[in-house]
């Protein structure tokens, strides 16, 4: 809904069984995406720790250009495991006052009218 072609905008997401196999490159075809990351995450203890090290390996530069999915791919490639829980309910990702009032105007986000 809020682009023209849907992936300009969108990012490949693929799990299998509950695991996170690859998030954030630039799909070809819908195809590849199996889904979509919320931008929710929670970490356990010893998943952040895991983190804290990988990101204090990285130069300064580096990590403040880094993206949470790109992140997530990063820590993929190094082998970690990365669990996801799917939500079969219907959310919106709004980054702009334009997608709210898109979302409105199909009477869809009661919520956010008031």
């Known amino acids: 809904m809020r682009f023209e072609e849907s992936l300009d905008d969108a990012e490949t997401f693929r799990e299998c069984n509950g695991r996170l196999l690859e998030i954030g490159a630039r799909p070809i075809s819908v195809d ?5 990351f919320m931008g929710l995450l929670k970490f356990t203890e010893t998943g952040w720790g895991e983190v804290a090290v990988y990101l204090a390996r990285l130069p300064l530069h580096e990590q403040k250009q880094l993206d949470m999915t790109g992140l997530l791919q990063r820590l993929l490639a190094q082998g970690a ?3 996801t829980v799917p939500i079969n309910d219907r959310w919106f990702e709004v980054d702009s006052a334009s997608d709210l009032a898109r979302y409105q105007s199909l009477d869809i986000v009661e919520f956010a009218k008031s």
């Open 81 to 83: 495991n990365i669990d």
């Open 32 to 36: 590849e995406i199996e889904g979509q």
